[in-house]
């Protein structure tokens, strides 16, 4: 069966989650829209939990990791205002399938670096993204508490983990217009902090695992 199919069960599944997450106003524009109708999610889930893979909620990936929940990811995808060309970092590549998401909107002229703490979850993460045909992703294991200076400077930051405070170094590595988007507190639940317009702005509640490495909730 080729990668970008499922069954006819799946592709309903998730049909009626996009069609949920729009009318409850995660998703606000078609390139979102269409990125999350394309991107199959189930093939980014442990098999043991495939009926829950167009649940609204986020799964175990091993390694005390989750995939985040859909509608986490359509707001955070529209908050960074993404368009064809755009350098991305992410940090918490995770499964792979915010990456996904982020490629297929900034298009063939656009780039993903995608940063994971752990090596195996990158290594699994960079094959199943290559397998889908996406070439404008770059997974990276590295240490992505200190962002990831190589490559800089970026369009967009997306940081898929809680940060014990706001990363100011990061800062250094976006673009003078660009976008920063990162939970940020040390317990259970965070705060969602944008940047933009040279401003940090509050957007409220989330619950996002814990980020690792120097600059993270846990330091080697």
Not at 22 to 31: L, M, Q, T
Request: charged letters at 25%; glycine letters at 8%.
């Amino acid at each position: 069966m080729p990668l970008r199919e499922g069954s006819e069960e799946l592709l309903r599944k998730r049909e009626r989650l996009i069609n949920r997450l729009v009318r409850e106003g995660y998703i606000r524009s078609d390139r979102v829209r269409e990125a999350m109708l394309k991107v199959p999610r189930h093939l980014f889930v442990p098999p043991h939990l495939l009926r829950f893979a167009y649940d609204d909620t986020p799964l175990p990936i091993g390694r005390n990791q989750t995939i985040s929940a859909p509608h986490m990811v359509a707001m955070m995808t529209e908050l960074l205002e993404l368009k064809e060309g755009l350098k991305v970092l992410e940090i918490g590549t995770g499964s792979g399938y915010q990456a996904a998401i982020l490629a297929e909107i900034v298009g063939p002229s656009g780039l993903v670096i995608s940063v994971e703490y752990y090596p195996d979850l990158a290594a699994e993460a960079y094959r199943r993204i290559r397998a889908l045909g996406y070439d404008n992703v770059l997974v990276v294991a590295f240490d992505g508490s200190l962002g990831f200076p190589p490559l800089a400077p970026y369009d967009r930051i997306l940081v898929t983990c809680a940060a014990p405070e706001f990363p100011r170094h990061m800062l250094r590595q976006l673009k003078e217009d660009g976008i920063l988007i990162v939970p940020v507190g040390a317990s259970f639940f965070q705060s969602l902090m944008i940047y933009r317009n040279g401003r940090i702005e509050d957007l409220g509640g989330v619950a996002f695992v814990p980020m690792r490495g120097r600059k993270g909730v846990y330091p080697p």
